[in-house]
């Protein structure tokens, strides 16, 4: 699959049916020799929680990736998964 054909889809977890975000407004961190992509960094989301110093990162591990629809990319989360502080 390529890049471009996940453009424009929403991430979807599986777990509690939340939206996560959209696959445009994220980075991906790719391992280079294998050329596969490991884990998908989701932005913070907008809110007072962001305002407040609440600003975290979601980390998708492409492990967690259980099935790219044609508009959606559903993930299966526990609420375990894992968020990153920002500076």
């Not at 007072?48 to 959606?72: A, D, M, N, T, Y």
């Amino acid at each position: 699959m390529r890049l471009t054909e996940l453009m424009g889809k929403e991430i979807i977890n599986l777990y509690d049916g939340s939206r996560l975000g959209n696959i445009a407004d994220a980075d991906l961190i790719i391992n280079i020799a294998e050329g596969t992509v490991n884990t998908i960094v989701l932005p913070p989301r907008g809110g007072l929680g962001s305002l407040f110093g609440g600003r975290q990162e979601v980390l998708i591990p492409w492990e967690c990736v259980h099935k790219i629809g044609s508009e959606v990319i559903v993930v299966n989360l526990d609420p375990s998964y894992s968020r990153r502080g920002r500076d």
